[in-house]
């Protein structure tokens, strides 16, 4: 028999990526957005094992990303990441300079903010957990992932306040608790408690826990304060050990149901769940609270990130008022409508034809 029969055989690559993220206590999405992009990168150089490729390799892949597939340049540098981690974490290899790569322009956009009007509107074509769910993320800023991951035991009720766990970042901060849905979170809970003791008459009773609490604290998981708030509607099996558990909602319930209500509002602006958070920190600006407060409450490092909502804020761009609206001002309304054969024949713009009855010249 030849020696090398009788030696381990080495894991496959996907499970030693895996391996190395939950040793490294990487999210779950992440691992699944890194197996993805490694796999991509494979299958994009004919199945050649990474460690047959480095730098040239590299940035031919993240070129065919902007320019092929067009991707945007947060997905570009999401694909990068994930390359980077396989060849510096598992396969203990730095990459050296990548050159010659096209990279994805990152534009820079405005965040899409609702009026005080247009939230209601849509907040009152939701019914149910998606209500309850629209009006934490308006309410208290929330990311629709942490409004998905709250657990009973971060909701208190004698602070008035929502703890955020290890949101983005891997931080943890607090928020406040909006009065005018205590009374439904209070049900909700009730509904929650009702679930958990279902899944416990039939066997099950536990809620997904974060790393490994579950061999910590052995009865946690089946505690109504570790169970998530919102609750899938089925029990499912857990990615890490196996177990028949109860998640947290899938994120496309929320995001199904806050299309139908924009479409249901007649709204033409692109808004999503994200919105809510834009327009809950534009809005507490609005009525005079700190930037430095609102910072906290969305959980931003950098006050420059929170500054953004000052652009927004105030009727108009930036808060600016046309100098036609100085300018005119009720007088507007008695200058003469422009008619057709004012027009000329070589222009496609219509042309003013001032009112020479205000201030006594044309303007």
């Known amino acids: 028999m030849h020696p090398d029969a009788l030696s381990p055989r080495e894991p496959r690559l996907s499970d030693q990526v895996r391996d190395t993220l939950r040793r490294r206590h ?28 480095a730098e040239r390799e590299v940035a031919a ?5 902007a320019v092929d597939r067009r991707v945007s340049a947060s997905t570009q540098n999401q694909a990068l990441n994930a390359i980077l981690f396989l060849y510096k974490q598992v396969l203990g290899r730095d990459i050296g ?36 769910m629209a009006c934490l993320m308006y309410g208290a800023g929330l990311r629709v992932m942490e409004c998905l991951r709250l657990r009973v035991k971060d909701v208190d009720f004698g602070l008035n306040q929502i703890v955020v766990r290890d949101g983005k970042g891997g931080k943890d901060r607090t928020t406040t608790l909006p009065a005018a849905v205590i009374p439904a979170l209070r049900h909700r809970i009730e ?15 536990e809620a997904s826990l974060p790393y490994a609490l579950d061999r910590k604290y052995l009865n946690a998981a089946r505690e109504l304060a570790w169970w998530y708030v919102f609750p899938a509607s089925h029990r499912s099996r857990d990615p890490y050990g196996g177990r028949i558990k109860r998640h947290h909602l899938d994120e496309s319930v929320i995001q199904r149901a806050m299309k139908q209500a924009v479409r249901a ?25 700190d930037i430095r407060t609102i910072q906290e409450l969305l959980g931003h490092q950098d006050v420059r990130t929170t500054m953004i909502y000052t652009h927004v804020l105030g009727k108009g761009a930036r808060g600016v008022s046309s100098p036609l609206d100085a300018w005119a001002g009720d007088s507007i309304k008695a200058m003469p409508r422009l008619e057709a054969r004012e027009m000329p024949a070589d222009w496609n713009r219509p042309v003013l034809v001032p009112d020479r009855s205000f201030n006594g010249t044309a303007p």
């Open 61 to 65: 892949f993240l070129t065919h990303l």
């Open 265 to 289: 509002a007649g709204l033409s602006k692109p808004v999503s769940c994200h919105t809510f958070r834009h327009s809950f920190a534009t809005h507490l600006l609005a009525a005079g609270h």
């Open 97 to 132: 300079l990548i050159q010659g790569v096209v990279r994805a322009k990152r534009p820079e956009r405005l965040p899409t903010v609702m009026t005080v009007a247009e939230t209601q509107a849509v907040i009152g074509r939701l019914s149910g957990r998606e209500w309850l």
């Open 26 to 53: 990487y999210s779950y999405r992440t691992e699944q957005v890194y197996l993805y992009w490694i796999r991509h990168f494979i299958f994009f150089h004919k199945k050649r094992h990474p460690r047959e490729m």
């Open 191 to 205: 509904e929650v408690k009702r679930v958990r003791e279902g899944d416990l008459a039939d066997g099950y009773g």
